[in-house]
């Protein structure tokens, strides 16, 4: 009994030696895993903070865009511009046939001003009576008192009837939002038009701006500031670019970072693609980049 005994806590204890060991064997080659993995993570990080230039694309974009509309319905009776027309801010583009509303606001506005006319004589009479009321018929003032009152609520009538039309007649023409070419045009004198439906005209400032896009994995080190040297059509340009907006998202389609920056050639049109590589700044370029997964 004793003998089976010793055989059994002889045959526990190597079982338990064995199992130290194997124990010992795996946290060595666990701390030999994560240095080498560390030594790869910082030759990666060093391979980082030699990086001086970041490669990225371009496209030019007009700072301000936009598709014009009128917001009346009707047809078009006037073309002020063509694709190519420069124009500034409250320029007239188009004009709508509105034969009707012309006469409208003009029928109001003559109201609008007898009606001011009319207030203003009664306006005065009923001051002058409202001093000597004392000395005057009651009834007489009571009438002379409602007759004004009556004209205030006609003028407020009349000025409201006339902003209407007048805005009415405002929204047959298209004005020009902001500065800038007219780079398409989607209407002729005779088409019909629906309000907001229908486009009139493409309209771009003259003004561009550069959307730069480059590598998420230079998100952190790529800053407001930096210099972008770019070409187009593979041609390299003299003038460089300086990065004004850094955006505060990632594409998560093409993982690709964007930046944003002013033209100061307004000739380059819109639309145009190119390459190049940002210059990081040598404070900035020994920051560690950011990893975006």
Request: glycine share 6%.
């Amino acid at each position: 009994m004793r003998l089976v005994i010793r055989l059994e806590f002889s045959i526990f204890k190597e079982g338990l030696l064995k199992t130290w060991i194997c124990g010992i064997v795996s946290v060595m080659m666990l701390t030999l895993g994560l240095k080498a993995e560390s030594q790869i993570e910082i030759q990666r990080d060093a391979q980082e903070v030699e990086q001086k230039e970041v490669y990225a694309t371009f496209e030019v974009q007009a700072v301000q865009s936009a598709l014009l509309a009128l917001s009346a319905n009707g047809v078009v009776d006037k073309v002020y511009v063509d694709v190519g027309s420069v124009v500034k801010k409250g320029d007239k583009l188009l004009e709508l046939r509105a034969k009707d509303l012309r006469e409208n606001t003009e029928v109001a506005r003559a109201n609008l001003e007898a009606l001011r006319t009319k207030h203003s004589f009664l306006s005065r009479q009923f001051k002058r009576y409202e001093k000597s009321k004392d000395a005057l018929d009651l009834n007489a003032f009571e009438k002379i008192k409602a007759e004004y009152k009556v004209s205030v609520f006609e003028l407020k009538r009349a000025e409201a009837n006339y902003a209407l039309q007048k805005e009415l007649l405002d929204n047959t023409i298209l004005y020009a939002p902001f500065s800038g070419v007219i780079t398409q045009k989607f209407v002729e004198v005779g088409d019909g038009v629906g309000a907001i439906s229908s486009k009139a005209f493409a309209l771009e400032s003259l003004e561009k701006k550069a959307i730069i896009r480059f590598d998420s994995r230079y998100f952190g080190a790529v800053q407001k500031g930096d210099t972008f040297v770019y070409k187009v059509v593979g041609v390299l340009q003299d003038s460089k670019l300086t990065l004004h907006k850094i955006y505060p998202s990632i594409d998560k389609n093409t993982k690709k970072a964007t930046a944003e920056s002013f033209l100061k050639d307004s000739k380059i049109p819109s639309g145009v693609f190119g390459d190049g590589m940002i210059l990081l700044s040598p404070k900035k370029s020994n920051q560690k980049s950011k990893r975006v997964l």
